[in-house]
């Protein structure tokens, strides 16, 4: 399967904004209207906040924004918080058949 | 309040098979909006998908995992359940369930850890 790069880590000062990017081969670009990503705290069990690019379920903080352009899904956390320190995967849903995950990043709150 | 937990042995022995189950509560497996899934997490590593089933039977799995993979739906248990054969170290991970809504997982079971050791 191809795969999805992720940053391994991105970090940044309480308050400013990250952004981690979610990169796919050609041949992953019909995934990229079906991305989600997921906020991992090791240990906790890994939570979705966002959908379908850019929808954020019910109870997930505004702080958290979904985008893509081309073949590149991107998840921004604005006014980053010590809290949202934790590993985030991008994923995408492929064909209505089968998912991929991102590398994943660890989010790093300086 | 739809909650998911894995259930299965913790342990595995190289070569043999490794056989989880997923019982749902809160809610029912035999939906027909709902596929349910195994994604798992080896140590250090990230998520792998392994593959998702519907209340039908209807199964799709990771190909790089496909070999090796069945899974099974049990709607008068409310449960699912995976079967992973020929293990090895490599399998070592958290294996976690999760009902798939549309293009996304949510929510997702506790997470059990199973080692493949001697």
């Known amino acids: 399967q191809s795969g999805l790069t992720q940053p391994a880590s991105v970090s940044g000062s309480p308050g400013q904004s990250i952004t981690i990017s979610c990169t796919g081969t050609?041949?992953?670009?019909?995934?990229?209207?079906?991305v989600s990503w997921y906020q991992h705290h090791p240990g906790k069990v890994p939570k979705v906040i966002i959908y379908?690019?850019?929808n954020r379920p019910s109870g997930v903080s505004n702080r958290f924004s979904g985008s893509k352009s081309d073949n590149t899904a991107s998840l921004t956390i604005s006014g980053l918080q010590a809290e949202d320190e934790a590993d985030y995967y991008c994923s995408c849903f492929k064909g209505s058949t089968t998912f991929l995950f991102g590398t994943g990043t660890r989010v790093t709150a300086l | 309040h739809l909650q998911l937990q894995e259930s299965g042995p913790e342990v595995v022995k190289p070569s043999e098979t490794l056989s989880l189950t997923c019982n749902v509560s809160?809610?029912?497996?035999?939906?027909?909006?709902?596929?349910w899934g195994w994604i798992r997490q080896p140590p250090g590593k990230g998520l792998e998908w392994i593959g998702t089933?519907?209340?039908?039977?209807?199964?799709y799995y990771n190909p790089s995992l496909k070999s090796r993979v069945s899974m099974s739906v049990d709607t008068s248990k409310n449960q699912f359940s995976l079967r992973l054969n020929s293990v090895t170290a490599t399998d070592t991970a958290i294996y976690y369930c999760?009902?798939?809504?549309?293009?996304?997982?949510?929510?997702w079971g506790q997470g059990i850890l199973v080692t493949v050791s001697p």
């Open positions: 089933i519907w209340r039908s039977g209807t199964t």
């Open positions: 379908a690019v850019n």
């Open positions: 050609s041949s992953d670009i019909g995934c990229y209207n079906s």
């Open positions: 999760a009902r798939r809504d549309t293009s996304w997982f949510d929510p």
């Open positions: 809160g809610g029912s497996i035999n939906s027909y909006s709902y596929y």
